[in-house]
C-alpha cells in the first residue's frame, strides 16, 4: 500500500468533517422521503419542512388555534 493513499485519506478526513460520512447518506436520504403530519392536517417532507411552516394553510391553522384558546 502506497504511503501517499493513506495522507490523502488522513487529509480528507481531517478537513473540519463538514461533510458527512458516505454511510449516512442513506439515513439522510431516508429522513428527506420521510412525510410528516402536521397538526394542521397538512403534509410535508423534510425537506419542505420549514416551507410548510410558513404556508398559509399552515398559518391559518395556528391563527385559529390561538383565537379558540383565548
Ligand atoms: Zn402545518
Request: with cysteine; hydrophobic share 20%; aromatic share 10%.
Amino acid at each position: 500500500m502506497p504511503h501517499n493513499l493513506l495522507e490523502k485519506d488522513l487529509a480528507k478526513g481531517g478537513n473540519g468533517g463538514r461533510r458527512p460520512p458516505h454511510r449516512n447518506d442513506k439515513i439522510y436520504q431516508e429522513r428527506r422521503k420521510r412525510k410528516y403530519e402536521c397538526v394542521c392536517g397538512g403534509k410535508f417532507t423534510y425537506s419542505h419542512k420549514a416551507r410548510h411552516y410558513h404556508s398559509k394553510k399552515h398559518l391559518d391553522y395556528i391563527k385559529k388555534l390561538y383565537s379558540t384558546n383565548i
